[in-house]
């Protein structure tokens, strides 16, 4: 992908972000909670307990497994198996995680529900969006901080890479495609969450999303589950943020026509 391709991508997700929903407070315009939420989440381990820390040291030990032991042994077992059922499977799920498709498909779903009168799929919809933006800046951010090499690169070296700012080679940790299948996944599972079958639905396209990144030499096994643990939880702490809150405000949601660009709805 070029500079100017990624430059492209980068843009209207940082517009959606910086702009994101206000909400109307005792007949004012009050905080733009969509920074505010941002804010939380980002500040949440202030606020842990001891369960908290638990999964956290959980998740830390996950991702030590899989840099030191597993990522050389996952990467060989996809060269291995790339032609079979399952990995042509992935392959094809691929999409799914894509950040155009997932912000395109919550829109989507906002249009549907503002004109069917669906209330319950436009909040789906805007937590769904809202969701993916802050996991998409909070891995862009650590994308661009630890600069790690893809596989593939350098002699597949697993280590971070001095190359420059915009260096898709180097931009490895952790898999945005993860987060974003992951963050949606949660969303559909919370909005579908009378039927027993939508966590094996959601989660279960989500993985194949995850290892699709692997399969395709993408990614390593660490950065697919410091990805899909991101775009999880950070997802959940906006779906519990966002429950049961109501109000007025202007959304802006991206657009790429012949070019990228916002375009904004009403939330009423």
Not at 116 to 140: F, N
Not at 142 to 165: C, D, L, N, Q, W
Not at 236 to 242: A, G, S, T, W
Request: aromatic fraction near 14%; proline fraction near 3%.
């Amino acid at each position: 992908m070029s500079n100017s391709r990624l430059a492209a991508r980068l843009l209207p997700l940082f517009c959606l972000f910086l702009q994101a929903p206000l909400r109307a407070e005792s007949g004012a315009v009050g905080f733009n909670w969509w920074l505010k939420d941002g804010a939380a989440v980002v500040s949440s381990p202030l606020r842990w307990d001891g369960a908290d820390f638990g999964k956290a040291g959980l998740v830390a030990a996950g991702a030590g497994l899989s840099f030191f032991w597993l990522d050389d042994r996952m990467a060989d077992y996809a060269a291995e198996t790339r032609h079979h059922a399952l990995s042509e499977l992935a392959e094809k799920a691929g999409f799914l995680g894509d950040g155009l498709f997932v912000a395109g498909a919550f829109g989507a779903a906002y249009g549907y529900g503002a004109l069917s009168g669906r209330s319950g799929v436009k909040e789906a919809a805007l937590v769904g969006l809202e969701s993916w933006a802050i996991s998409g800046l909070i891995v862009g951010a650590a994308k661009i901080s630890v600069r790690r090499y893809r596989p593939g690169t350098v002699s597949g070296e697993r280590r971070a890479s001095g190359r420059h700012f915009f260096s898709t080679d180097s931009l490895s940790f952790p898999s945005g495609h993860s987060a974003a299948a992951f963050s949606s996944a949660r969303v559909a599972a919370w909005y579908f969450r009378e039927s027993p079958a939508a966590p094996y639905v959601c989660y279960g396209l989500a993985g194949l999303v995850a290892w699709s990144r692997v399969n395709d030499s993408e990614h390593w096994s660490s950065d697919v589950f410091i990805g899909s643990v991101t775009g999880y939880f950070v997802a959940d702490k906006v779906i519990k943020l966002n429950e049961g809150r109501r109000g007025a405000g202007t959304v802006l949601l991206p657009f790429y026509g012949a070019g990228p660009g916002v375009t904004a709805l009403y939330r009423f």
